[in-house]
């Protein structure tokens, strides 16, 4: 059964980073199509970062340049480095995965950001962000 479990959520002020991973149980990571979503107070799920097949990443414009998507295929482990946060990045993040592949995510597409794509989710771990 495959299974994913966010870490590394807190609270930290306004400039301050965290790093969040997801430990991935019974799912090769490796050339696996990943991504992080996040909740919003109030909003609807959103795409944050995401790894296509073939190793491509995808950003939310929100986030480029600071937040950084990595894999660790050997320990089975998706993270999400964010420096220069934001109040604005106060959510819930969550870890997804997609059973099978993904050629329909690329610059030209907003696959990568669909809910509907993903077939495995974590429960989420707490991001709060103080100004």
């Known amino acids: 059964q495959v299974r994913l479990q966010e870490s590394g959520g807190g609270s930290v002020e306004a400039g301050g980073s965290l790093r969040l991973s997801c430990a991935v149980t019974d799912y090769t990571v490796a050339g696996a199509c990943m991504a992080w979503f996040r909740r919003l107070p109030g909003k609807e799920r959103e795409g944050v970062a995401a790894?296509?097949?073939?190793?491509?990443?995808f950003y939310a414009d929100s986030v480029q340049g600071r937040f950084a998507i990595s894999k660790n295929n050997a320990a089975k482990t998706l993270s999400l480095q964010m420096n220069s946060l934001k109040p604005e990045d106060t959510a819930v993040y969550y870890c997804?995965?997609?059973?099978?592949?993904?050629?329909?995510?690329?610059?030209?597409?907003?696959?990568?950001?669909?809910?509907?794509?993903?077939?495995?989710w974590g429960q989420g771990t707490q991001v709060a962000v103080s100004s």
């Open positions: 790894f296509a097949t073939g190793g491509t990443t």
């Open positions: 997804a995965a997609v059973r099978g592949t993904c050629e329909d995510f690329s610059d030209f597409s907003d696959a990568w950001r669909r809910i509907e794509r993903y077939n495995y």
